[in-house]
C-alpha cells in the first residue's frame, strides 16, 4: 500500500538535545512537508520541500532542519535550539502543479508525538 | 486577519443529526478546497476536495464552495459516533505550493 511513513510514533527528549524524525513515501509524490500541531491551533508549516535537494523554510522554521536528499525521505531535526519543542509533528506529500484532472491534496502521515522531558 | 477562519467548537450533536462545518477564508487565489478528518492521536484524513466552486457529494458527506463569499462547507447527514473527530479545512492556489489550514471544529456524536 502506498503511504507515508513516520517514525518514531512517540519520543521522549532531555533539553538540549538534538531529535530526528523520519518521513518516508513511497506515493512517488515530488513535495513533502513538515507541519507542526499544537492543541487548539491549526497545522503550522515548518518546511517543505518541492524537489530533491532543494528546501524552503515554512511559518516556524527556527529551531528546525531538514534535509531532502531523496525524493522518499524528508527528515526533520528539531534542535536544542527550539524553545518550545514539546508537539505533535506530521509529515505530509503532495504532488504539485496537478492540472484538473489531478487533484492538488495533502496526504499525512500518523504523526509522531515528541515530549521534552 | 487570519487568512483562515473556522469554528473551533467543540460540536456536541445527537447520533443521526445533520452537522454542518464551516469555513471562511481571504485570499481569492486558492482554488482547491479540502476537508480533513482527524481522530485523536492520529494524522489527518482526507474526506473530500473541491476544486474552484460548486458542490460535491459521496454518501453522507457534501462539501460546497461559494467563492464568491470565500465561504466553504461541509455537511454530514445521518451523523454516527464514529464521526466524532477533528475536522480541518485546507485549501491552496492552483498549484499547490500553499496549502493554508484552518484550526480545526472538533465534533462530538452523542449515541
Known amino acids: 500500500d502506498g503511504g507515508i511513513t513516520q517514525s518514531p510514533k512517540y519520543l521522549f527528549r532531555k533539553e538540549g538535545q538534538n531529535v530526528t524524525l523520519s518521513c518516508e513515501q513511497n506515493l512517488n509524490h515530488d513535495a513533502m512537508y513538515w507541519y507542526r500541531q499544537d492543541p487548539g491551533q491549526g497545522l503550522r508549516l515548518i518546511y517543505y520541500s518541492q524537489i530533491v535537494n532543494d528546501f524552503q523554510k515554512g511559518d516556524i522554521a527556527e529551531g528546525y532542519s531538514v534535509s531532502r536528499e531523496k525524493k522518499e525521505s524528508f527528515p526533520l531535526t528539531v534542535t536544542s535550539a527550539q524553545k518550545n519543542p514539546t508537539a505533535f509533528y506530521l509529515c505530509?506529500?503532495?504532488?504539485?502543479?496537478?492540472?484538473?484532472?489531478?487533484?492538488?491534496?495533502?496526504?499525512f502521515g500518523a504523526g509522531s508525538r515528541l515530549t521534552v522531558l | 486577519q487570519k487568512e483562515v477562519e473556522q469554528d473551533p467548537g467543540p460540536l456536541s450533536v445527537p447520533e443521526g443529526a445533520i452537522v454542518s462545518l464551516n469555513c471562511t477564508y481571504s485570499?481569492?487565489?486558492?482554488?482547491?478546497f479540502m476537508w480533513y478528518r482527524q481522530y485523536s492521536r492520529k494524522g489527518p484524513e482526507l474526506l473530500m476536495y473541491?476544486?474552484?466552486?460548486g458542490n460535491k457529494e459521496d454518501g453522507r458527506f457534501t462539501a460546497q464552495v461559494d467563492k464568491s463569499s470565500k465561504y466553504i462547507s461541509l455537511f454530514i447527514r445521518d451523523s454516527q459516533p464514529s464521526d466524532s473527530a477533528t475536522y480541518l479545512c485546507?485549501?491552496?492556489?492552483?498549484?499547490?505550493?500553499?496549502?493554508?489550514f484552518g484550526p480545526g471544529t472538533r465534533l462530538s456524536v452523542l449515541p
Open positions: 485546507a485549501m491552496t492556489n492552483n498549484y499547490g505550493q500553499n496549502f493554508v
Open positions: 473541491t476544486y474552484s466552486s
Open positions: 485570499n481569492s487565489a486558492f482554488q482547491y
Open positions: 505530509a506529500s503532495s504532488t504539485p502543479g496537478r492540472d484538473l484532472s489531478g487533484a492538488n491534496v495533502l496526504t
